[in-house]
């Protein structure tokens, strides 16, 4: 009797740490946080359409090469590059904090180890929001 208590308990046990290691990933990104330099900044131009063409212009400039003209991926230079260059048309992840984190600092550091370009020092911060704006009005 107490033994096969014991084992009623011990699979409750395990099916509940099961299942709390299996949900977690599901309802949380598996991305990682902004630092605290970037985490919670909002962008200060929302969707404003001006902010979208300056954005647009700025991505045909300096991202297109790498994202593609339409932001999806597939520019020139893509086939050479490993990792390839994030697809910005399909799923973006949903923090502005994110996205502005990553155009200013890049993507050489862990866990991406990529050619994503540093924009901190390039562009200004407004240049930078300007292009979350665009990025973010990309049909997704
Ligand atoms: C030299 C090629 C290259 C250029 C130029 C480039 N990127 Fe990237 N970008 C990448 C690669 C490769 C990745 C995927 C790996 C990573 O996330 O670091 C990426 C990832 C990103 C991400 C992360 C997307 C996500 O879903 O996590 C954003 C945002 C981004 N780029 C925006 C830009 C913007 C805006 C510009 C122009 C100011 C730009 N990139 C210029 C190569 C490039």
Request: glycine share 10%; with cysteine.
């Amino acid at each position: 009797m107490k033994r096969s208590l014991f084992v009623i308990f011990t699979v409750l046990v395990l099916s509940t740490v099961l299942l709390a290691a299996c949900g977690g990933g599901t309802t949380t990104s598996s991305e990682p946080e902004p630092p605290a330099e970037y985490a919670g900044k909002s962008n200060p131009f929302g969707n404003q359409a001006d902010a979208v063409a300056a954005g647009e212009a700025l991505f045909a400039e300096r991202c297109a090469s790498c994202h593609g003209p339409e932001g999806a991926g597939d520019g020139a230079a893509a086939a050479s590059l490993d990792p390839k260059p994030a697809d910005l048309s399909v799923k973006l992840p949903e923090g502005d904090d994110f996205l502005f984190w990553r155009i200013m600092d890049g993507g050489a550091m862990e866990p991406w180890n990529s050619s994503m370009p540093a924009h901190k020092g390039i562009l200004t911060e407004d240049q930078v929001w300007q292009l979350v704006s665009y990025i973010r009005s990309l049909p997704q």
